[in-house]
């Protein structure tokens, strides 16, 4: 079944104690991005990667670095997390041809405190 | 990307069509008009898009006007399992970053 994965599902934790959001997806997609999602400020984009090794900044990156290794795999890295990164983080791939639809993963709730 | 303005709520009867209205007077021509949706703090998941002909799928149909200034997303037969955010994103194709541009989309309730 195509899908994208992520891992934890739910995770609290607290300031400054470095953590990391994994994110899969089994359909060989070239772009891939990591979104936070916010009460009244819907989903921005913090990350996005057009292929392996390429990697750029969304519209809020600060306090979050990503990686891609592999094709697959697109972490997310909270070096030093704050409580204004509690949130609600959904990644997501899709192709960079055809329809480019874009597939969500089922989403990771983290609770700084 | 072109601004979407849709209503803040909707409700439907279950059983019936639901149909989403979405406002894009600011479309220009290489802009596609996507719908997504998201069901209770799910992953948003898409549903159907189109450039400037009626498209249908599985899941919906979504009718885009003359002058592509605004689209309804139609949903033939709602059921409970619909009740979600319905979110109407323009975008153009390609480009340097697939991001979406979520606003804040219309709450569909499907009542029994």
């Known amino acids: 079944e195509a899908q994208v994965t992520q891992n934890p599902r739910y995770l609290i934790t607290v300031t400054g104690k470095k953590l990391t959001v994994t994110c899969s997806q089994n359909m060989n997609h070239e772009y891939m991005s990591w979104y936070r999602q916010d009460p009244g400020l819907g989903l921005r984009q913090i990350y996005y990667?057009?292929?392996?090794?390429?990697?750029d900044k969304g519209d809020v990156p600060e306090g979050y670095k990503v990686s891609r290794k592999e094709k697959r795999n697109f972490p997310l890295i909270l070096e030093s997390p704050s409580p204004n990164q509690t949130s609600l983080y959904f990644c997501?791939?899709?192709?960079?041809?055809?329809?480019?639809?874009?597939?969500f993963g089922p989403g990771t709730r983290l609770t700084v405190l | 990307d072109a601004k979407t303005t849709q209503p803040t709520s909707m409700d439907c009867a279950e059983g019936r069509a639901a149909n989403l209205p979405c406002n894009h007077s600011t479309i220009s021509g290489n802009e596609y008009v996507y719908w997504y949706r998201q069901i209770h703090s799910q992953g948003p998941q898409y549903i159907i898009h189109g450039l400037k002909n009626n498209e249908t799928n599985e899941m919906a149909s979504l009718i885009i006007t003359e002058d592509r200034k605004s689209s309804t997303l139609i949903l033939p037969h709602a059921t409970l399992r619909d009740t979600a955010v319905y979110y109407c994103?323009?975008?153009?194709?390609?480009?340097?970053?697939?991001?979406?541009?979520f606003g804040k989309g219309t709450l569909l309730t499907v009542n029994p």
């Open positions: 997501a791939s899709s192709t960079t041809s055809g329809r480019d639809t874009q597939y």
């Open positions: 994103i323009v975008r153009s194709w390609g480009g340097s970053n697939y991001k979406l541009t």
């Open positions: 990667s057009m292929n392996v090794e390429v990697t």
